[in-house]
């Protein structure tokens, strides 16, 4: 990948079983961030932990250091346009970094709604403010905030699966419409299983 760019990805087990399903982001140079469609598990960590024993490699968990909201809907271009002031907003594949009233928030185009959106990563210590503006920008245009119940229909409408309703560590990614994370023409952890699958 390179700078500002990613999508969906899974690591895999030898037999073809997902250990975790994330986004992935070239931030920088040698820099990526995941964002995990689910709680980050040790699970998870230990795997990349071991690969990071073969190479100079860091890995760290700073879920705690930032917060993550989303826009989605037909409008959520506009609203987050208002937003971010004259940063475009990003396009698919893409990642954005964007300085808000000084604080570094980071954009993607993602979401569980059928309509799409955006995903967004705040300081965690600007979340209220940076959540704020948000509503007053979705109120601007006739939208608003959406209770946890349907957000939670909006993933169904639009066939996300989520850890722990629709997979756990022995579902493949095949069969809970990760298919998008996948590739078939490289080298890697289970790939051979996941191949035979689609076949």
Same mark, same amino acid.
């Given at each position: ?5 990613? $999508? ?7 037999? =073809?079983r ?6 992935? &982001?070239?931030?920088?140079? $040698?820099?990526?961030?995941? &964002? ?23 890995? *760290? ?21 208002s937003?971010? $002031? ?5 396009g698919?594949?893409? &990642? ?13 185009? =993602?979401?569980?709604? /059928?309509e =799409?959106g955006?995903?967004?990563?705040? /300081?965690a *210590? ?15 245009? =006739?939208?608003?905030?959406?209770d /946890? ?9 639009? $066939? ?24 078939y023409?490289?080298?890697?952890v289970?790939q ?8």
């Open positions: 990948l390179s700078p500002g760019r990613g $999508g969906p990805s899974c690591l895999l087990t030898a037999k =073809g997902i250990v975790g399903a994330f986004d992935i &982001w070239c931030v920088s140079a $040698g820099v990526y961030r995941l &964002w995990t469609r689910e709680p980050v598990r040790d699970g998870l960590l230990r795997t990349l932990g071991k690969y990071c024993l073969l190479s100079d490699v860091d890995v *760290s968990d700073s879920s705690a250091e930032r917060a993550f909201l989303a826009v989605q809907g037909p409008l959520a271009a506009a609203v987050l346009a937003v971010l $002031g004259d940063a475009e907003p990003p698919a594949g893409q &990642w954005r970094t964007v300085d808000v009233a000084g604080a570094e928030v980071n954009v993607c185009r =993602g979401g569980e709604s /059928p =799409g955006f995903e967004l990563a705040v /300081p *210590s600007d979340l209220d403010g940076f959540r704020g503006r948000l509503e007053d920008a979705a109120r601007a245009v =006739g939208g608003g905030t959406v /946890p119940r349907a957000v939670e229909e909006l993933r169904v409408e639009a $066939g996300r699966a989520r850890f722990g309703i629709d997979w756990d560590e022995e579902s493949f990614p095949n069969a809970v419409g990760f298919e998008s994370a996948l590739t023409d490289k080298c890697y289970g051979e299983i996941v191949a035979r699958m689609r076949t």
